[in-house]
């Protein structure tokens, strides 16, 4: 079965330094994987999705991640974060015509 | 596009009574689901369904709950009788296939209470 670890509950960074938000996640084959977005009293939106090619996947609001197939890692990534992004970020891994798997998520604070 | 909607935005009830909540999906959607949300539990898939069709119902918690799609712009979750412990946000989301690659759009959900 399907999975998604996300290990960090709870991130803090200060406004302007860089971000890394850790995904695992464990399928069998090539996954499709996606991160969301949850800012506060809203639904998820997504940030960005991987299906192959590039491992290096852009995507909105200035944020990229990496697939890593060797360590079964999808990380988040923002060079310099704004105190807009703090909310919630959820990592998700699907195949083939499978349901979605959400990670638990990890909740981002910004410090200015 | 409108997005996805969901009715009501806010729900206070009193335990016992039946709470039905409401989803239109994105137009030309051929998927929903239907998530509930609580800080205990985290994101968690109720049920799914594919060309109004439910796929996969293990996801929804006892037989209080069910959930209907009677054409492809319209589903409901219900919940009779409510208890407490329903409370909630619940989510609808849909998408253009099932298959998994295809992501996900969600609603702004409903903030269900049980009193």
């Known amino acids: 079965a399907q999975s998604v670890t996300q290990p960090d509950i709870h991130i803090t960074v200060s406004e302007g330094a860089s971000l890394e938000l850790r995904c695992n996640y464990s399928?069998?084959?090539?996954?499709?994987l996606f991160w969301y977005v949850q800012s506060p009293g809203q639904g998820l939106q997504l940030l960005l999705k991987?299906?192959?090619?590039?491992?290096l996947v852009q995507g909105i609001k200035g944020f990229e991640a990496e697939f890593k197939r060797s360590q079964s890692s999808f990380n988040l990534r923002k060079p310099s974060v704004h105190w807009s992004d703090a909310a919630e970020y959820f990592c998700?891994?699907?195949?083939?015509?499978?349901?979605?798997?959400f990670g638990t998520g990890t909740k981002l604070q910004v410090i200015p | 596009d409108a997005g996805v909607i969901q009715s009501p935005r806010h729900e206070v009830t009193e335990m016992g009574q039946e709470v039905t909540l409401r989803c239109k999906p994105i137009?030309?959607?051929?998927?929903l689901f239907w998530y509930r949300q609580t800080m205990m539990r985290g994101l968690e898939l109720l049920i799914y369904?594919?060309?109004?069709?439910?796929?996969?119902d293990s996801g929804m918690p006892e037989d209080r709950f069910s959930a209907k799609m009677p054409n492809a712009s319209f589903s409901t979750l219900k919940i009779q009788p409510s208890e407490p412990r329903d409370s909630a946000v619940y989510f609808c989301?849909?998408?253009?296939?099932?298959?998994?690659?295809?992501?996900?759009?969600f609603g702004p959900g409903t903030r269900l209470t049980v009193t």
């Open positions: 991987y299906f192959s090619g590039d491992t």
């Open positions: 369904f594919n060309n109004n069709v439910p796929i996969d």
């Open positions: 137009s030309g959607h051929n998927s």
């Open positions: 399928y069998g084959a090539t996954p499709y």
């Open positions: 989301a849909s998408s253009r296939q099932l298959a998994g690659y295809y992501e996900q759009y």
């Open positions: 998700a891994v699907s195949g083939g015509y499978q349901k979605v798997t």
